[in-house]
């Protein structure tokens, strides 16, 4: 048997902390460019690394037979059924350039590590630059701090406050802002954020009233989902397309269930994988 949600989120917020703090002192230092991944933007810290390796290090000693899945290294499985899915710091590129809203986003998942069948036990979402930490445990709620959160309710589209983002595909971007050019008309306006994992904290606290995505990774948006979940929100993560990039959805239920045909209008409207020019 497994602990409960509870003493597992105990221990995704006391890491998150500790790795929050680290990162922050990183980033006081001065960050430097380790290497870049897919594309020249999609860049990695020497601070993502060495976060990871913190959170990696600190759960081994804490949960030796669980299975660890982080951005920045291969996964390990486990043999208790439960693996922790880890973004040592979400919003890279903010943290790069200082701007305060970068993650450390930690989340533990029962059954397979595929975010189409498990389920989320707990996760929390540090940001140490405003010293902001959300959490959620299956069942028990999300919270900032000690405040519990509820996302926003009886919001038309029309006055929705919607946020988004971009991955570093040059071409998938190009057609993610067609899509945002094509909804910037129907809602009350757009933000994109830079931090999966806080854009969905901010649906789970109001601060966003429904958040969309194409092609997050794992990771992204584990401890985020779960927290805007126990918020009140409904997250779908849709079919993944062709290309295999998942499409996730928050927002309050009747926001959701608003927004979701016209997403799929615009879809429709500006094909993905039709060439981008
Ligand atoms: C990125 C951020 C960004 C989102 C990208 C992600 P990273 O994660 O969450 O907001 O738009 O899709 O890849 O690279 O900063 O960990």
Redesign the pocket.
């Known amino acids: 048997t497994h602990p409960a949600p509870t003493e597992l989120l105990d221990l995704a917020r006391t890491i998150a902390l500790t790795a929050g703090a680290l990162a922050h002192r990183r980033r006081v230092e001065g960050v430097e460019i380790a290497a870049s991944?897919s594309s020249p933007e999609?860049?990695?810290t020497a601070a993502?690394r060495e976060v990871e390796l913190l959170i990696q290090g600190l759960l081994a000693d804490a949960r030796p037979n669980d299975g660890f899945y982080g951005?920045e290294s291969d996964a390990t499985g486990g043999t208790s059924g439960l693996t922790w899915v880890v973004?040592?710091?979400?919003?890279?590129?903010?943290?790069l350039y200082a701007v305060p809203f970068?993650a450390v986003s930690i989340a533990v998942v029962q059954g397979e590590p595929d975010p189409a069948s498990w389920n989320a036990l707990a996760g929390a979402v540090v940001n140490p630059a405003l010293g902001e930490v959300f959490t959620a445990s299956a069942g028990s709620g999300a919270w900032l701090g000690d405040a519990r959160l509820h996302v926003n309710h009886d919001v038309p589209l029309s006055l929705a406050l919607a946020g988004?983002?971009?991955?570093?595909d040059a071409s998938r971007r190009v057609w993610q802002a067609k899509v945002v050019g094509g909804l910037i008309g129907q809602v009350r306006d757009i933000r994109?954020?830079?931090?999966?994992?806080?854009?969905l904290c901010s649906v789970a606290c109001g601060r966003l009233d429904l958040y969309f995505?194409r092609?997050?990774?794992p990771?992204?948006?584990a401890a985020g989902a779960l927290i805007a979940r126990e918020a009140g929100a409904k997250v779908g993560a849709l079919q993944a397309d062709a290309e295999g990039h998942d499409l996730l959805i928050a927002a309050a239920p009747d926001l959701y269930d608003q927004f979701e045909p016209v997403l799929a209008g615009l879809f429709e409207r500006f094909p993905f994988g039709a060439k981008a020019q």
Do not use: C, M, Q
């Open positions: 991944k999609d860049i990695v993502d951005e973004d040592p710091i979400d919003g890279t590129v903010n943290y970068y988004t983002g971009f991955g570093y994109r954020i830079g931090s999966a994992a806080l854009d995505e092609g997050l990774n990771w992204d948006h």
